[in-house]
């Protein structure tokens, strides 16, 4: 019944177009037509413009990239708002819109997360009530030293983890990586929940190694472990 009940409310469209400076890619859900921006360059993040019956919202808008104002153009509608470096304290672009309340645009509805404020990444943004949209998006592998660099940043993580899991959003999105569910959303939750739990029982890194090592045997980015452990311990 689930797996019906979304393929109705939720459509996937492959890659609209794709130029040398990046690709666009759409998701359709209810209403609301979400363009992806993705860089050719993986370390870049990616943009969002949100389509509505009135107009657009653009969100992350990249500082430059002729490709995405080429696109934004091809739509010949109004850019209704922005949302640009939001994060958790308010700080960022809406500026009269505070973390923790919403906004309405053309028809769309934006929910701005309370965010995790020991995290320098912008809020989390609720789209439409079913597309959550943050720094990462979730993935089946280990998380690099890059994101668990420190043992406040674990914690931290796993709140932000815990209140992206309770939003029970359909997809999940992130300025990286690739767009996933709330399947993936509680994997990401249950391995920082194991991380943490490791990070306080083990003396020394090799010992938390070797525990996530068992506890996630055939888990890729092993290679990331060891890193992980030397900001940790």
Same mark, same amino acid.
């Given at each position: 019944m689930k797996k019906v009940l979304l393929s109705a409310v939720a459509i996937i469209a492959l890659t609209m177009s794709a130029t040398a400076q990046g690709n666009f890619s759409t998701l359709t859900s209810g209403y609301y037509k979400v363009h992806v921006y993705e860089p050719t360059d993986a370390s870049q993040p990616k943009a969002l413009i949100v389509e509505g019956d009135k107009g657009l919202v653009v969100i992350d808008r990249p500082q430059s990239s002729p490709a995405f104002e080429e696109q934004l153009t091809n739509f010949y509608m109004p850019v209704l708002m922005e949302i640009n470096?939001?994060?958790?304290?308010?700080?960022?672009?809406?500026?009269?819109?505070?973390?923790?309340?919403?906004?309405?645009?053309?028809?769309?509805? @934006?929910?701005?997360?309370?965010?995790?404020?020991?995290?320098?990444?912008q809020a989390a943004l609720i789209i439409g009530g079913k597309i959550y949209y943050s720094r990462y998006a979730p993935v089946?592998?280990?998380?690099?030293?890059?994101?668990?660099?420190?043992?406040?940043?674990?914690? !931290?993580?796993?709140? !932000?983890?815990?209140?992206?899991?309770?939003? +029970?959003?359909? /997809? /999940?999105?992130?300025? /990286?990586?690739? /767009?996933?569910?709330? !399947?993936?959303?509680?994997?990401?939750?249950?391995?920082?929940?194991?991380? +943490?739990?490791?990070?306080?029982?083990?003396?020394?890194?090799?010992?938390?190694v070797a525990a996530m090592s068992k506890a996630y045997p055939?888990?890729?980015?092993?290679?990331?472990?060891?890193?992980?452990?030397?900001?940790? @311990?």
């Amino acid at each position: 019944m689930k797996k019906v009940l979304l393929s109705a409310v939720a459509i996937i469209a492959l890659t609209m177009s794709a130029t040398a400076q990046g690709n666009f890619s759409t998701l359709t859900s209810g209403y609301y037509k979400v363009h992806v921006y993705e860089p050719t360059d993986a370390s870049q993040p990616k943009a969002l413009i949100v389509e509505g019956d009135k107009g657009l919202v653009v969100i992350d808008r990249p500082q430059s990239s002729p490709a995405f104002e080429e696109q934004l153009t091809n739509f010949y509608m109004p850019v209704l708002m922005e949302i640009n470096n939001f994060k958790p304290s308010g700080e960022g672009v809406p500026t009269e819109v505070k973390a923790g309340g919403n906004v309405s645009k053309g028809g769309m509805k @934006f929910i701005f997360t309370e965010g995790t404020e020991t995290i320098d990444y912008q809020a989390a943004l609720i789209i439409g009530g079913k597309i959550y949209y943050s720094r990462y998006a979730p993935v089946r592998e280990h998380l690099s030293a890059d994101r668990l660099n420190s043992r406040e940043a674990v914690n !931290a993580e796993f709140e !932000a983890a815990q209140k992206a899991f309770s939003k +029970k959003c359909l /997809y /999940y999105l992130g300025q /990286y990586g690739d /767009y996933s569910n709330q !399947a993936a959303q509680g994997f990401v939750l249950n391995y920082l929940r194991d991380v +943490k739990k490791n990070m306080e029982k083990c003396s020394s890194a090799e010992e938390f190694v070797a525990a996530m090592s068992k506890a996630y045997p055939k888990l890729k980015g092993a290679e990331n472990l060891e890193s992980v452990a030397a900001k940790l @311990f």
